[in-house]
């Protein structure tokens, strides 16, 4: 078995999915967790000088979604078939277009807001709402279209990682955002009741993102 | 063989590579190129309301690099181990990082600039020029340590179409783009020079993006 070496910020954010595969297919791994400091001594000997990166056998591999995808193929968690692999790819790239177009609000939240976007109130009316009205949309098309409580048809992928952790900070901040869509809430505490990814949520430290 | 129709806007765009892929590996395929008329006429059929998507078989799979790396793995040109194909993942999503940070000067090349940016000159001292010479900085780290002209070991692959088809259209609008990166426009100009992408680039229909 390689040696892997997930590197990130103490937070989930970006790394959660990663580590979260690992839990659903119980392969151990060394969850380094950045502080700012480490990551500034870090940061020039990172490809892209930035986290996460997973290092396997000593090469490192970054970009979240890259890595997470790369652990997906091999634990089982990328879809069956090549066209299902597409599709859960897209998923997980719309799910990207969303997270980048609600960064107000979220990096509101963090502390760190985009210019102009100093009202938290207004990020999220005039942008978080309508981007989750949007993709809600079409998380119930995809759950309606398959009947088996995941996304595709062969049941959890990573593409619901990514989605349901960034689900728990929207949620944390903003405790109506399920009100008026339960079944995507069932949907979120669906993945979340895995029993392998339900221990790893007992167990892992409690951060703010 | 599958029957394979690609529907995207008539111009390069986020679909332009998943059409490269096919003339590289010389599959045909149903270019379907829409106009505004017909894309709205569309948009209610389509997965996420957007093209490009690609109908295999008459399965619809949306998100342009979703479709590229699908069409990528089967053809040869997504990288030859599963570290390989991780790493090109992640260039591609770099990309895909400086392609979102870019969209100031890129949007506003095609006249539907974001609110504030209005002034392409100020978008492109302010945003293009430092997110090129950081991105060029990574290409150059890949260049060199890769010694076979591309960026990872295999040679060229779905995320040297969606670079430098995305260099295409900014030094159309910035003829300067290049300067000071001789060692890039080489690199462009290398990918360009594929016999069977060469081929495809003198007869595609020519277009403004």
């Known amino acids: 078995m390689p040696s892997y ?3 990130y910020f103490e937070g989930r954010g970006l790394g959660e999915a990663s580590r979260q595969l690992f839990a659903l297919a119980d392969v151990p791994f060394e969850d380094v967790r950045l502080t700012k ?7 020039p000997t990172l490809p892209y000088g930035q986290v996460p990166v997973l290092e396997i056998d000593g090469v490192q591999v970054p ?11 091999k634990f089982g968690f990328a879809g069956k078939t090549e066209v ?3 599709l859960v ?3 997980c790239d719309q799910w990207k277009d969303f997270y980048a177009e609600t960064k107000p609000f979220y990096y509101g939240n ?3 807001c985009p210019p102009g976007w100093e009202d938290l109130e207004k990020a999220k009316t005039e942008v978080l709402i309508p981007a989750r009205d949007k993709f809600f949309g079409f998380l119930k098309n995809l759950l309606n279209k398959n009947k088996n409580g995941f996304l595709v048809e062969c049941g959890v992928t990573y593409a619901d990682l990514f989605i349901v952790d960034n689900m728990t900070s929207l949620v944390g901040w903003f405790p109506g955002y399920f009100e008026g869509h339960p079944e995507i809430e ?6 979340q009741d895995i029993p392998q990814l339900k221990a790893w949520l007992a167990k892992r430290p409690n951060t703010p993102f």
Not at 63 to 73: D, E, M, P, T, Y
């Open 110 to 112: 963090l502390g760190i």
């Open 89 to 91: 790819d897209g998923i």
């Open 186 to 191: 069932a949907y979120y505490k669906r993945v």
């Open 5 to 7: 070496k997930l590197y």
């Open 84 to 86: 299902e692999q597409a």
């Open 63 to 73: 970009q979240s979604v890259a890595i997470a995808r790369f652990l997906a193929k």
């Open 37 to 43: 400091e480490t990551f500034v001594e870090l940061k």
